[in-house]
């Protein structure tokens, strides 16, 4: 069973829409308890940064995924799930994460470059580039995917980004580690390839919670 954190900034309708279609049993909660019993845990968001991480730190979620990713089960951020997991963001004024993998959030620069003007938000399909194997890209080949983003992560860990996109730097696509990961696109929205990295996802937290 997939657990969908609720903690008022995910999109909640598209990300369970998509389990559906995959026929993923899930449930979704903002209680600690009952989200702890999960097989494995999406983090959904849409917004700013430091808003996610107040209401994440006010409920105690903040500590409930912690000790979720401490005890080995698999945790997938999406969006603005995504960049929560890392240490830090410096919009709207440097916030602390959730510090699971190192790195920094930061605005994309906005400019033109070579003739090209790459405008904030990034929102467009960008092809994904493999950097690592991992779990989560078994049997895919590279393609597109949907991004609407105005930050991305940068980190000095190179091991942690599984695949990027170019949208004027190189951006950390799917990141993970162990059994964290990370999704700076909408898998929901990414057509057949979103939908297949969602399904290696929950097929390997099932995987895990037979073991």
Known sequence: MIGIID??????????KALERLNVPYFISENKEELLTADA???PGVGAFRDAMERLNETGLSE??????????PLLGICLGMQLLFEESEENGLTKGLGILPGRVVRFAGHTKGGELYKVPHMGWNKLTYLHPSPILNGLDENHVYFVHSYH??????DVVIAEAEYDVKVPAIVGRQNVYGMQFHPEKSSKLGMELLRNFTEMAVERSQM
């Not at 903690?7 to 369970?16: A, D, E, R, T």
């Not at 995924?65 to 005890?71: D, F, G, K, Q, R």
């Not at 992560?153 to 190179?158: A, F, I, L, Q, R």
């Open 7 to 16: 903690y008022g900034m995910g999109n909640l309708f598209s990300v369970s």
């Open 41 to 43: 845990l999406l983090l």
């Open 64 to 73: 409930m995924i912690a000790s979720y990713v401490n005890s080995g089960k």
């Open 153 to 158: 992560v940068v980190t000095e860990d190179k």
